[in-house]
């Protein structure tokens, strides 16, 4: 089961099982040959090119697993009806079950396994009928059997366990980075994770727009009030401003009291007008605190991010902007 960011491992073992796999059958077909087990040299031989090809595929990851997988279930059954080297061929049975749960995983490999069990079962039934191998005691598949069962259900618990391990590891990391980029008051983005944004978009030299917005006031809410009060003024805007966003723009705490918006696409004519939607929204949505309702407004300055305006000169313009709307009576938009 691939999940996360395990490819680029899960590349690289594929492609050793493929490197040992190629190896391994290599030598035994040499060992074969210079023996005249005429039998066996062939098998090894397109063994030994099946987990090669495999090597060569290891960006097709699902392929060369696949590939390398059933080419050693052909190569084991083989091994079992034939005796292989002095009937110690199955012997090497017992390096599938840890394969299969790596390529297949905990449920599918448990699926497969069962079928090889099977297979493997009417291999020595075979042998023994049409005498491919004759050397085999009459107790020797019943215990290669049963000691594959037992190697195969260890190797299960290692693989559900590692997976249930996984799992938590897994969403404990994606836990953690969801909560590196939120503001913990606003559940809102935060610097962070609006700068990779930023970064991200301006590489790929699109055009957008940037609105920073200050809450009006707000030291004098804090003290009037209280810090509570101002936490609530915070989450109201935060709510507010989310309702108000479409599909594909944001909003994050830039710090404090200031917000900023990325408006993927807008040019200066949208962002404007969207701007005054949040004013109006504002003017409709009085914060209820007791028995009054605290009206909030915000200071917003706004600037346009293009090719030729990077973030930075962007987001400063957008900050000299909200400075003038202040100095010019708050609650007003400077563009």
């Known amino acids: 089961m691939i999940s996360y960011s395990d490819m680029a491992e899960r590349k690289l073992i594929i492609r050793l099982f493929a490197a040992i796999g190629t190896v391994t059958t290599l030598c035994m077909a040499i060992i074969a040959l210079f023996n005249n087990q005429s039998t066996l040299v062939y098998p090894l031989l397109g063994s030994s090119a099946l987990f090669a090809s495999s090597f060569f595929l290891g960006d097709r990851v699902e392929i060369s697993s696949l590939i390398v997988l059933y080419t050693l279930y052909a190569l084991m059954i083989y091994l079992v009806l034939t005796g292989g080297s002095h009937g110690t061929g199955p012997i090497w049975v017992f390096i599938v079950s840890p394969v299969t749960f790596f390529v297949r995983g905990f449920k599918r490999g448990i699926i497969d396994l069962i079928i090889f069990v099977l297979c493997v079962t009417g291999a020595f039934y075979l042998s023994n009928y049409f005498k491919f191998y004759s050397g085999y005691s009459v107790y020797f598949p019943i215990r290669i059997i049963a000691s594959f069962i037992i190697v195969a259900l260890l190797?299960?618990?290692?693989?559900?366990?590692?997976?249930?391990y996984s799992h938590r590891l897994i969403?404990?990391?994606q836990k953690n980075e969801y909560l590196a980029t939120r503001d913990p008051l606003t559940n809102l983005p935060n610097r962070r994770y609006a700068m990779a944004e930023l970064e991200q978009f301006d590489a790929q030299q699109q055009t957008g727009s940037i609105i920073i917005a200050d809450v009006d006031n707000f030291k004098d809410i804090n003290d009037q009030y209280g810090h509570s009060v101002g936490d609530e003024v915070l989450k109201h805007l935060a709510d507010?401003?989310?309702?108000?966003?479409?599909e594909n723009d944001m909003v994050v705490r830039w710090g404090g009291e200031e917000f900023l918006f990325f408006l993927r696409h807008k040019n200066k004519q949208q962002a404007t007008q969207f701007a005054d939607d949040i004013h109006h929204a504002l003017s409709q949505n009085r914060l209820d605190i007791g028995v009054n309702q605290l009206a909030v407004t915000v200071s917003i300055g706004i600037s346009k991010l293009t090719t030729d305006v990077p973030i930075d000169k962007a987001m400063h313009k957008a900050d000299e902007l909200l400075y003038q709307a202040k100095k010019q009576g708050k609650n007003q938009t400077c563009v």
Do not use: K
């Open 155 to 164: 190797s299960g618990f290692y693989e559900y366990f590692r997976q249930m």
């Open 171 to 173: 969403e404990l990391v």
């Open 240 to 246: 507010l401003f989310v309702a108000q966003l479409s």
